[in-house]
């Protein structure tokens, strides 16, 4: 605190300005006086040098870089956190006193008197302004005052019900947001040449004598005729394939009384259609104008939606303009191949490149299908040394996925019903092989058919009605068929060739809007595999699990939340506390009792308790160096401790340190459990470690660390550095140890959540 005094450096003819406190002495009749005071100090300047802890930090810094030579570290800490000193020649108490009274009579508040005084201490001094208000102005009556025609019917219609509440006080920000809210309205009956500064409000105090008004709405002198009249939209001009170097377009289709101009068929009209909500005869309306150039836009065939209005050159006749709407269309380049060169690393120490190609091919069938194919070849082997070294694995995958921009269904659906876009249907087939070196061999195939929509600008729905999994596991080598047979659940969770589900997404996001303080991001999934197939499953053996085309298959009900908070502050919001919470839950019946290997749960890792390993933690207390059934050399390396319930919670400080990187200290909880225990992970004296109950609070991971990320203009490389304090793992009273000698390093694309 001495190192950081400031009081030394201060010049001798100058005090260090403090800053201001306002003094109201109001009227009994004024109401709400404390929001009024908060109101007025957000106009008193200047502001005073800001603290922390009680410390003047960024003066310090200013003060200490003025020297003849401050060093790396005083200058470097002034361009982070410094700031000039604000002293008390450099309050112009005259000009705030004039501000304070302007925004007083914006309030209502007229012939205020106001006052201000200096409180000087040594180095040090602050001001008082003293203010008297009087009661306000306020509102007797409220009149539309005469003008031309048509707009004078409009606006008299749009203020039936006055928006002003009775006896209201004068306020010059109500009154804007009234002549606000009129432009709006007025723009959607069809004023297109329309101003809010059009209108003008005059207050007659001159029939009264106890502080009260009348209140006028009228238009300014000489506004233009073309602003009082509403406008039409006569013809509607679709420029399917549009380039800023045509000149002109051959072929004129003329649809769903749209002209569409192609000099030849880019886009089928009968599909294009669908995603103009503009129409013939129609009033102008922005609203109606940012819908169709937003529906457009998520088409994916196109890279830029303009859409110009031209009034046209006829004699306005019966108070009607008219307009031509011309939508240009940029497409996208048609073809493109993207290419990804990967370095992967695992907890498990393996390691290897991956290479992953993407081929695109959009506005396939002139509807605006988008196909993509990607294929992708990873190899990986362990680095590490002892029984494991020089095992390895390779991964071989295809798909491809046809986006269809329109709901394919066996139904009619009416696509206005779908006002802010409309859904997408995503079909899908892909192949993987897996083969690892020493286990086994894995072939699996997967199939989608769904759509995805949003509702609006935050919420987003999925549903895939019809998802297919079929995996294969061949190829088992004896050490492999030896772990199996030790641990029934995994056997049972391979087992299940077969699954054939559907699954609905539901998300609320506001993390886009990066201005707001508070975020909030919510999204809630559910899985449900097998109630349909179940109906043409059929029993082999008696006793056993029914199969559906010689397949065993699943049946199980899979549902998650995943709620986050940002609060934002700081100088241009740089500054944030983050929060996640997540949980998940997995029931396996009918033709299971154990969920499929592939959609349990894990913990821990980069996207999760980062102070642990990805997969290791859990389930429950269970701990392999202490299991007589497991052999941490072979089973731990390659088998994911999973479980079918999983409780998570994340809290992260994130700030900027220089330039594109920031940093991070954050704290993880979280862990897996089985609803139902599994034997292989029982303890030496039988007791039951991965089972969920009543204590699971206890059994939570929690560790804490520090992070660097570079963020570039959105794309983030994260770099986390964490270490345990609470190991479930270990005995009661052994848990709590924050051991920092163990850290966890995690590398990651993006942020955590």
Not at 182 to 200: C, S
Not at 204 to 219: E, R, S
Not at 424 to 453: E, H
Request: aromatic share 16%.
């Amino acid at each position: 605190m001495y190192a950081c005094a400031i009081k030394k450096y201060i010049p001798e003819d100058k005090r260090l300005y403090t800053g201001a406190t306002l003094e109201i002495d109001a009227d009994p009749s004024v109401q709400k006086v404390n929001d009024l005071k908060e109101d007025l100090k957000t106009v008193v300047r200047p502001a005073p040098n800001s603290k922390f802890l009680g410390m003047h930090l960024g003066l310090y810094y200013y003060y200490k870089n003025q020297q003849e030579k401050p060093g790396f570290v005083n200058k470097w800490m002034f361009k982070q956190f410094g700031q000039e000193p604000v002293y008390q020649s450099d309050v112009n108490e005259l000009e705030v006193e004039e501000i304070l009274r302007n925004r007083l009579e914006n309030h209502g508040f007229f012939y205020s008197t106001i006052g201000a005084t200096f409180q000087e201490k040594e180095k040090e001094a602050a001001i008082i302004y003293n203010l008297k208000v009087p009661a306000p102005y306020k509102m007797a009556s409220y009149q539309i005052d005469s003008m031309v025609s048509p707009i004078y019917s409009d606006i008299k219609s749009l203020t039936t019900n006055s928006p002003f509440p009775e006896n209201m006080r004068f306020d010059v920000a109500n009154l804007k947001l009234e002549r606000q809210r009129l432009d709006v309205e007025l723009k959607k009956k069809g004023y297109y040449n329309f101003n809010p500064d059009f209108l003008i409000f005059e207050a007659d105090t001159n029939q009264y004598k106890n502080k009260k008004f009348d209140l006028f709405l009228k238009l300014k002198a000489k506004v233009p005729k073309k602003a009082t009249i509403p406008y039409k939209i006569k013809r509607i001009n679709v420029f399917a394939n549009y380039h800023l170097k045509d000149s002109s377009t051959v072929n004129i289709t003329r649809f769903e009384n749209k002209n569409y101009h192609q000099d030849s068929l880019f886009f089928k009209p009968k599909y294009l259609d669908d995603f103009i909500t503009l129409k013939e005869g129609a009033f102008f309306d922005p609203i109606t104008s940012k819908n169709t150039a937003r529906r457009l836009s998520t088409i994916g065939a196109y890279k830029f939606v303009n859409i110009q209005y031209k009034e046209l050159d006829t004699v306005v006749t019966d108070n009607l303009g008219l307009l031509e709407a011309n939508i240009f269309l940029s497409p996208l380049t048609k073809r493109a191949i993207r290419a990804e060169l990967q370095a992967v690393t695992k907890s498990n120490n393996f390691a290897g490149p991956k290479l992953a190609i993407t081929y695109s091919n959009r506005n396939l069938f002139k509807g605006g299908e988008t196909l993509n194919i990607s294929t992708n070849v990873g190899y990986e082997t362990q680095v590490s040394s002892g029984n494991n070294a020089g095992l390895n694995s390779l991964d071989l995958g295809l798909k491809s996925e046809l986006i269809f921009p329109r709901v394919i269904a066996p139904f009619s659906i009416n696509e206005d019903f779908f006002e802010y876009s409309i859904p997408k249907t995503k079909t899908s087939l892909g192949v993987n092989y897996l083969s690892r070196s020493k286990l086994y061999t894995l072939l699996s195939g997967s199939a989608n058919f769904g759509y995805v929509w949003n509702a609006n600008r935050y919420i987003t729905y999925e549903f895939n009605p019809i998802s297919i999994n079929y995996t294969s596991l061949s190829s088992t080598t004896p050490e492999f068929q030896e772990i199996l047979d030790n641990n029934s659940f995994l056997q049972r969770s391979f087992n299940q060739e077969f699954i054939s589900g559907l699954t609905f997404s539901f998300t609320y996001n506001e993390m886009l809007n990066t201005i707001q303080t508070h975020q909030f991001y919510f999204n809630s999934t559910v899985d449900v595999a097998g109630n349909s197939i179940s109906l043409f499953g059929k029993e082999k053996n008696a006793g056993e699990p029914k199969q559906f085309l010689g397949l065993e298959y699943a049946q199980y009900a899979k549902a998650d939340i995943d709620a986050r908070y940002h609060y934002n502050f700081g100088d241009k919001n740089a500054q944030t506390i983050a929060a996640r919470l997540f949980a998940g839950y997995g029931y396996a019946y009918g033709n299971s009792d154990v969920v499929p290997f592939v959609k349990q749960y894990f913990s821990g890792g980069p996207y999760s308790v980062r102070a642990f390993n990805i997969r290791s933690l859990g389930p429950g207390t269970y701990n392999e160096n202490e299991n007589p059934n497991s052999n941490p050399e072979t089973v731990s390396s390659f088998f994911d401790k999973t479980g079918n319930i999983r409780l998570e919670a994340n809290v992260e400080y994130r700030f900027p340190i220089y330039s594109f990187f920031k940093g991070a200290f954050f704290v993880d909880a979280g862990n897996v459990w089985n609803s139902v225990s599994n034997d292989a992970f029982d303890d030496e004296n039988g007791e039951e470690t991965d089972k969920f109950t009543s204590n699971f609070i206890n059994e939570l991971g929690i560790g804490a660390g520090l992070g660097l990320r570079v963020d570039v203009q959105g794309f983030v490389i994260r770099f986390d550095l964490a270490a345990p304090f609470h190991d479930p793992r270990l005995e009661e009273g052994e848990r709590w140890d924050f051991r920092i000698d163990e850290p966890v390093f995690n590398f990651a694309i993006g942020y955590s959540f």
